[in-house]
């Protein structure tokens, strides 16, 4: 038997305003470092037909979810569309302490109470568009929202971003692969250095 401990996991957050390719780029990421999971949120909607609890989401009732709340048992949570998303503290400790490395996709608010929660254990990246016109025509683009829902985006944007030095690092999103190749590189180098 070995006397040497298992090195601890790693937390990888991305936040980044909607439209900047932050999902690709996770999608990117996750298929070239081998040793990450992608975090599994708590949500209090039902379980739909093909999903298994605990690996798409932690399936809990409103009654245990709000419980959670009031024993602050969540980084962060949400409430839309009538139902509860968050993540749980119990399970990320779960992850660190048994060596899992998790990525998060996590908003500004949320990624910076993971920090607090896991300050050395953490990694925060801010994935920022070459700028806010560069965001108004990815989001129009998309042909999905009409001029107030853009506007709002764009609003919330403006806020997320200003928050951006709040994180470790800020990556542009200007060219893909290079952006893909930076936070590699970033959570690759944070993954090594236990």
């Given at each position: 038997m070995s006397d040497t401990v298992a090195p601890k996991g790693k937390l990888i957050v991305f936040s980044a305003p909607s439209g900047t390719?932050?999902?690709?780029?996770a999608h990117r990421?996750?298929?070239r470092i081998d040793n990450l999971v992608f975090s599994v949120s708590a949500t209090t909607r039902a379980i739909r037909e093909?999903?298994?609890d605990g690996v798409n989401y932690f399936f809990l009732t409103k009654e245990r979810f709000e419980e959670t709340i009031r024993n602050d048992g969540f980084i962060e949570y949400e409430h839309f569309f009538g139902n509860y998303y968050g993540t749980?503290?119990?399970?990320?400790r779960e992850a660190v302490d048994t060596g899992v490395n998790m990525l998060f996709d996590l908003d500004v608010k949320g990624a910076l109470n993971l920090k607090k929660h896991f300050p050395r254990r953490s990694?925060?990246?801010?994935?920022?568009p070459p700028s806010?016109?560069?965001?108004?025509?990815?989001?129009?683009?998309?042909?999905?929202?009409?001029?107030d829902a853009l506007e709002q985006r764009l609003l919330r944007a403006s806020f997320?971003?200003?928050h951006a030095r709040d994180f470790d690092y800020e990556v542009v999103n200007d060219d893909l692969d290079e952006a893909v190749d930076t936070i590699v590189t970033l959570i690759e180098d944070?993954?090594?250095?236990?």
């Open positions: 390719g932050k999902s690709t780029i990421v996750m298929q093909g999903e298994k749980l503290v119990d399970k990320t990694l925060l990246i801010f994935i920022k806010l016109d560069v965001l108004r025509s990815r989001l129009l683009g998309r042909e999905s929202e009409d001029e997320e971003m200003s944070f993954i090594s250095n236990q």
